[in-house]
């Protein structure tokens, strides 16, 4: 399937550190999603980027899209230990699918 | 506000046992809503979705299978358990506006073992 591929599959980091994961899909799409999973929990929607644009803030996060490269990357900045969590990409394949890449599990060390 | 609630949280069943895993939402109306079982340390992978009452479509062939009775209800069951189907299972929804155009919101899960 065309599925998405995170990366780093594992981040550790100390409180206070920047994060960056990255993110790269396979098809053409109209926009990408990134979503924070917690350990055990549901999914939490994050942002959604659009084909036409490049950045997107929403607090401590910053995401930017390549659609020459195919490629997404989540930037959290100033890290804490509440970080901690699967970020996950996703984007839409066909006509209903929303696909899921395979995550990174982020660790903020205090 | 709208809310998603899945139940139960944690189930353990025995090989060959049927299953029924329900999802309700509040708040919105008409809302898409979709079953995902996610591997420990994985993905999601989407096993069905709903756009209306009595319409599901599947994602995946397998013995599992989804109804939607009501709007706001969106019910995954199984008359035979296999040893396979022990995950994450996670109920979502999404405003009727085009899959992937909007933001999928999830219920906490519940979490499968077959024995």
């Known amino acids: 399937s065309q599925q998405g591929e995170e990366d780093p599959q594992a981040l550790s980091i100390q409180e206070g550190e920047n994060a960056t994961m990255n993110c790269s899909y396979k098809t053409s799409i109209n926009n990408l999603q990134w979503y924070r999973q917690n350990s055990g929990r549901g999914l939490v929607h994050l942002i959604l980027i659009r084909s036409n644009e490049r950045e997107k803030h929403s607090g401590r996060l910053r995401v930017t899209l390549d659609t020459s490269k195919k490629s997404s990357s989540l930037l959290i900045t100033a890290s804490r230990a509440a970080d901690t969590a699967s970020y996950f990409c996703?984007?839409?394949?066909?006509?209903?699918?929303?696909?899921f890449g395979q995550g990174t599990r982020l660790t903020i060390n205090p | 506000s709208q809310t998603i609630h899945q139940w139960p949280a944690t189930l353990v069943q025995p090989v060959g046992s049927p299953l029924s895993l329900e999802c309700t939402v509040e708040?919105?109306?008409?809302?898409?809503l979709y079953w995902y079982r996610q591997a420990a340390g994985r993905g999601l992978q989407l096993l069905f979705y709903s756009v209306g009452i009595g319409q599901i479509s599947s994602e995946v062939p397998q013995n599992l299978s989804a109804s939607r009775p009501q709007d706001r209800q969106f019910i995954l069951s199984s008359k035979k358990l296999l040893l396979s189907d022990s995950g994450f299972y996670l109920c979502a929804w999404s405003t009727g506006q085009g899959v992937g155009n909007q933001p999928q919101h999830f219920g906490d899960g519940t979490r499968l073992s077959i024995l």
């Open positions: 708040g919105t109306s008409n809302p898409n």
């Open positions: 996703a984007y839409i394949q066909g006509a209903q699918k929303l696909v």
